[in-house]
Every structure is written in C-alpha cells, then in structure tokens.
C-alpha cells in the first residue's frame, strides 16, 4: 500500500478562521454561536452516556425539540465545537470534522442526526464512546469527548484521522499484494489483542471501519474505527439489542449469524480473516448476490481457497481457513495465536516488520519476560473500582 494512496485532507482550521478566548465573541461562522448560547451549551448534558440498556426499555418516543434543528456546517455543540463537513456516515450516525475551539485543533465528531434519533440509537452512540474510550493503542482511534447537544443528541470527539479506508482502497484498487496485506493489518490484529484484553469484543470489523493514515516518517498505521455494537465484558452480560442482526452480512461469524449474544473474541477472528481474505484476493470469502445466499454460505457452504484465486500460498491459506473455520472451537484461539503465525509467514517470505515499521519477532514471537522495560506502576483503575463507577 503505497503512502500516495493516503492522500492529504485540508486542514478544517486552515479553513475556517477563528478567534476564541474566553469571553470573546466568535469571529468565524456561527450561526447558532452567540457568547449567550454558547455559555448555555457549556452547562448542557452531564456528558456522561447512561447506563448501559437503561433506554431499551423506554418507548422509542422522541422529544419534539429534535426535529428542530438538523446540524449544519458552522454549528457550534456544547460551546466548543464548530462543524465544519461531513466526511463519513452510514448506518447511525454522521461523522463531522469540527473545530475543537478552545484547544485550537481539528477534531471528528460522530453525531446522531435528529431525523435518526431513537433511544436505543443514542444508547448505541454512548456504549461506542465508552467502549473505545478505555482503548489506548496506536491502531485504534482515540476516543476524546462525549456529550450531548442542546437538543440532547449525544456525540463522540475522537481523533480526527487523515487517510482513506480500506473500503476505498479496495473500490481504488481491487486487490492488494498478499504481503503487503499481512503487513498491513498485522497491526489491526495486535490493536484487537489489545482490545480483547480490555474486555472488548469488536463484532463489526470490515474495511469500512479500518482507516489508513500516514506516521511522520511515512509508514502506514491502520486505525480500528466503529465501535458500535462492541460487547464489553463487565457490563454487557445480558446486553443483545433487539431486532437487530448485528454486523455486517459479508463479515459476520456463523455464532453472530445464529446467536449474537454468544459471541466472544473468536468472532473478531473471523472478521479480520474476512477482511485479510477480501483485501488480498479483492473478493469477500462468501460474496453472494443475495443477503440470504451470503449467510447461508458463512453457515454451510466453504469459502473458495485463496491459492485457488492464484493469492499467496498454501501456507497462507491454512492460517485463513483456519480463521473462517465454522466451529469456533477449531478456529485460532484468539488474536495472539493467529498474529503470531501470520508474522512467522511473513518472516518466512523474508519480512522483519509490519507495515508501521513494527518489528514483527518483538511483537509476536518474544515471550514477555525477554522485552526491556522500564518498571512502570500502573495508575489505572481497578475493575472493581469500575464497577462503582458505572
Ligand atoms: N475519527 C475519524 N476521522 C476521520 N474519519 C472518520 C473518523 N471516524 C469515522 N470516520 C469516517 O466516517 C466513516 C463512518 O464512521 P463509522 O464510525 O464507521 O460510522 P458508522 O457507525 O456510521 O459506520 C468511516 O468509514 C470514515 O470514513
Ligand atoms: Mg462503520
């Protein structure tokens, strides 16, 4: 994957110029931007996502107020945030670049517009922002905010990220060299290990929700985006939202087509091989043309072998099918095991690092006892001291 297929965005500050300090009025557009209304933004909303399945309960009634106002570019939401254009939205919500006022940096938000705000979508927004928000890994993005509009609509700041998706690679270019593949989204399973073990399960992984961007050196670093219908451990023992079939017909796991709320972290297996199989071979492993055909072939049907597509080896191949094997007991175990044998294939075909430069032998084949480290007391909460919080 070659750096120039990340291209540049404009910066949104290089085009919306403003002057902010407290007590000042705003110099940029905005619309809804009086000092008053911003002070009021300020104390709106606690900002703290309810708990969890609270709203499933609740009648799917929305408050009249929201019909109000769609956002618009130039919008400012909880006094500092300023819209600037929508760079992404499907299924929920849309995601915005903003200007993050009084830090004086580009932020994304992802937002519920009014037209699509029901509780259990709101609910779904918060439990995103809380699930990614406990994440710190290069390859996932970076979780800064949550609060809620005027009209309470709730939203997520996050990092705002420069590069394309894997989905428009993909739509560019139809299928990318094996090698390069692996390399390339080695990083994305060591980001999944890293979430599996904070207790989260992604349950959504496509190219859509994987972002290439560029380092300062130019190496290549995929971010795990989307966090959506993530099941995390502590507080979702019981949490299956109704009448949804979650995830994405072409990615989703025979236990998540049969059972969603059974799913553990063998499910992200299976996403991440779907997506190193579409990635490589330009084609997902059960492309059908009908939804029903699709899950009927994730449930009874075998994926055509990539070495048949004439994509890598049969080496390769026996690491993927074991990654789509139906029976998740036959599967890898968890994303540990099945980096670390897509890291010796690599070394195997002469490679040393992932695609973000990372070596691969200290990522994946050293025991833990052997790295050199600085002892470092962590600050972090206890799960019990969690459990209080929520
Ligand atoms: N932090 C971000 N920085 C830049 N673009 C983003 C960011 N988050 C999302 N996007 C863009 O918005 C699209 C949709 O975001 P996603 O979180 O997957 O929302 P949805 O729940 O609607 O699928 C992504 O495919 C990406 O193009
Ligand atoms: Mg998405």
């Known amino acids: 994957m ?42 709106e909303g606690s900002g703290v996502p ?17 019909h109000a106002h769609e956002p618009q570019p130039g919008d400012v939401i909880s006094g500092k945030y ?13 995601v915005w670049m903003a200007y993050n006022i009084p830090l004086g940096i580009d932020v994304a938000i992802k937002l519920l517009p009014p037209r699509h705000f029901t509780h259990r979508a709101a609910d779904r927004l ?23 509009t005027r009209e309470n609509v709730p939203y997520v700041a996050m990092e705002l990220l420069d590069g394309v998706s894997l989905a428009q690679v993909l739509d560019r270019s139809s299928a990318v060299d094996p090698i390069v593949t692996v390399q390339t989204l080695l990083p994305v399973i060591d980001a999944l290990r890293a ?9 959504d992984l496509k190219p859509a929700n994987i972002m290439l961007t560029t380092d300062h050196l130019g190496f290549t670093v995929p971010k795990v985006l989307d966090f959506g219908i993530a099941k995390v451990k502590e507080i ?53 043309q009908h939804y029903h055909e699709v899950i009927r072939a994730i449930l009874s049907e075998e994926p055509t072998p990539t070495v048949a ?9 026996t690491i993927l099918a074991r990654g789509l094997a139906k ?40 025991p833990a006892p052997q790295r050199l480290s600085f002892p470092v007391e962590s600050r972090r909460r206890t799960d019990s001291e969690d459990d209080t919080y929520y």
């Open 2 to 43: 070659s750096t120039e297929e990340v291209h540049a965005r404009a910066s949104f500050s290089e085009t919306v110029s403003l002057s902010y300090s407290e007590g000042s009025t705003f110099a940029g557009p905005c619309p809804s931007g009086s000092l008053a209304s911003m002070r009021r933004g300020l104390t």
């Open 50 to 66: 309810t708990e969890p399945g609270a709203d499933r309960a609740a009648p799917e009634r929305v408050p009249s107020s929201l």
């Open 82 to 94: 300023q819209l600037g254009e929508i760079i992404g939205g499907g299924g929920m919500g849309s």
């Open 126 to 148: 918060a439990r995103e922002a809380r699930a990614a928000a406990r994440l710190s890994h290069p390859s996932i993005v970076r979780v800064l905010d949550f609060g809620r």
């Open 195 to 203: 979430a599996h073990a904070a207790g989260v399960v992604h349950r």
């Open 236 to 288: 979702d023992t019981s949490y299956t939202p109704i009448g949804t079939l979650l995830g994405s017909a072409e990615y989703m796991s025979p236990e998540q087509v049969q059972a969603a709320s059974s799913v553990d972290e063998r499910t992200d297996v299976w996403g991440a091989t779907a997506v190193l199989y579409e990635t490589m071979s330009g084609r997902t492993p059960f492309e059908r």
């Open 309 to 317: 597509l004439d994509v890598g080896d049969d080496a390769l191949w």
């Open 327 to 366: 029976d998740r007991e036959a599967r890898w175990p968890d994303m540990h095991a099945f980096g670390e044998a897509l890291a010796r294939w690599l070394i195997d075909h002469g490679e040393e690092v992932d695609s973000t430069g990372g070596s691969l032998a200290a990522r994946w084949l050293r």
